[in-house]
């Protein structure tokens, strides 16, 4: 059965870099800080800051909860990432989705100061992304490319085939693989044949938000599974996007929870401190 692509060494090693960093700036009068912008009374949301927020806190970093409420009108939540982009001692801003009827994300994400977008939200970033240049990539798509580099699976001209295309996870995985030399296919939710395409991949990377949608007839023999799917359980806890018979025939598949998810983390603790580290040079 598939070998197991666990995140946590990953997501350990990258918290005491950030724990290292994020000490050093403390020390010289500059202690980083990262603010998230909450308007959602979602629980797997809510749960999901509590944890950015506990990570945050073990590894030196200042983390403010801004929570307007569910029922913030779209000039709140605008003006408080203003605010927050112009304080000074506010080095990370993120804003967590879902968000209240009529609010986009990506136009809000626009008033986010792109050198404390750390979890590439403003379109200025994916942009960016798109054309090769420096900036925050989306932790969730970044930490995609962290695993499988960690695990040493090579990119280089092999086919990777993402399932998904939003512009927080697919569309920015798709790039970063791209400027990998990876042969990149993205699938979606009008893809015809999604197991006739998702057969032909070397790499397979699902971000649907649909629990067990890939199921082993998507899966060549051998194939590395990246599923980044957090889906609830009826247990309580989180299930992703492969179903778990797929281990059978994939040659390596990452767990959920213990996958993508604490690399991500860990990530956007350390887009938090870099962003510090920048904003107090200039
Ligand atoms: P989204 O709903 O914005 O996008 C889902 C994408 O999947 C869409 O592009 C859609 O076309 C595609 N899709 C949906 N159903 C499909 C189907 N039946 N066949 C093929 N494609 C289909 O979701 P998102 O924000 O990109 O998140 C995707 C998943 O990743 C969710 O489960 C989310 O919870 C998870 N996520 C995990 C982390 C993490 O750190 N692990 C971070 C962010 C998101």
């Not at 982009?85 to 879902?98: E, M, N, R, Y």
């Not at 939710?189 to 890939?214: F, H, I, K, Q, Y």
Request: charged share 15%.
């Amino acid at each position: 059965s598939a070998i197991s692509l666990s995140g946590k060494e990953l997501a350990a090693s990258l918290r005491a870099r950030a724990k290292e960093a994020a000490d050093a700036l403390t020390a010289a009068g500059t202690p980083p800080r990262l603010a998230v912008v909450v308007a959602t009374d979602d629980g797997s949301s809510l749960w999901y800051v509590r944890s950015i927020a506990k990570a945050a806190a073990k590894s030196g970093i200042v983390c403010d909860v801004v929570d307007l409420g569910a029922d913030a009108t779209v000039a709140e939540i605008r003006r408080a990432l203003e605010t927050l982009s112009a304080d000074d001692t506010v080095h990370g801003v993120i804003l967590q989705t879902p968000l209240p009827e009529g609010a986009s994300a990506a136009d809000l994400a626009g008033t986010i100061d792109p050198a404390k977008d750390v979890d590439g939200a403003n379109p200025a970033s994916l942009g960016r992304l798109a054309a090769r240049l420096p900036a925050f990539a989306p932790a969730t798509a970044e930490a995609v490319v962290a695993l499988l580099d960690h695990h040493e699976v090579p990119l280089p001209g092999r086919h990777v085939v993402v399932v998904g295309r939003s512009t927080v996870v697919g569309v920015p995985a798709a790039h970063l693989l791209l400027a990998r030399d990876a042969t990149v296919s993205v699938c979606h939710s009008r893809t015809a044949d999604l197991p006739g395409m998702t057969r032909r991949a070397d790499v397979l990377v699902v971000a649907a938000g649909r629990a067990g949608l890939v199921t082993a007839g998507h899966v060549a023999p051998g194939t590395v599974v990246v599923d980044v799917g957090t889906n609830p359980a009826g247990d309580g806890g989180l299930v992703g996007d492969v179903a778990p018979e797929v281990s059978e025939v994939a040659g390596a598949l990452t767990p959920v929870p213990g996958g993508v998810g604490p690399v991500t983390t860990a990530l956007l603790l350390g887009h938090t401190v870099a962003a510090a580290a920048h904003l107090t040079q200039r």
